[in-house]
């Protein structure tokens, strides 16, 4: 009975060693963000239409304005699948009562995601590709 009550104990410890190496991005991602580089259906957006982009996360709601015109709703993050995903769905705007699935990548100050705006399906790479809805896209944090 020692024994087993020894091995629960490292199961639990390693456990919490994992869950520490894999941090919850929740909170990381909250804040403003600008587009650096977006593509559309294989097609590279033009800086004009990046300029006038913005999108602000905020516990689990997002805006996004997209040349003064706002576009909310929630999200919701799953940092322990692979690729890590993100669920967007719109609750005000052009997107209202629209779901898309999505991937992202959290490397600092740098939020990569990946939807597609058919709705169809999560992305399982960062890649979009002509033909199709997905948007690729690389968001640099604002700085105060």
Not at 45 to 55: F, G, N
Not at 63 to 73: I, N, Q
Not at 103 to 129: H, M, N, Q, W
Request: proline content about 5%.
């Amino acid at each position: 009975m020692k024994h087993v009550v020894c091995l629960s104990l490292a199961v639990a410890a390693s456990l919490n060693a994992f869950a520490a190496d894999s941090p919850d991005d929740t909170e990381a991602v909250q804040g403003g963000w600008t587009p650096a580089k977006a593509e559309l259906g294989g097609q590279a957006m033009t800086t004009a239409v990046l300029k006038s982009i913005s999108l602000k996360l905020d516990n689990g709601n997002y805006e996004v304005s997209v040349g003064g015109h706002p576009d909310k709703g929630t999200y919701t993050m799953d940092s322990t699948a692979r690729p890590k995903s993100i669920t967007i769905t719109g609750t005000e705007g052009p997107n209202s009562g629209r779901t898309f699935p999505a991937i992202y990548e959290l490397k600092g100050d740098t939020l990569r995601i990946c939807y597609d705006l058919s709705g169809a399906k999560r992305p399982t790479e960062f890649k979009s590709v002509a033909g199709t809805r997905l948007y690729l896209v690389t968001y640099s944090r604002n700085k105060q």
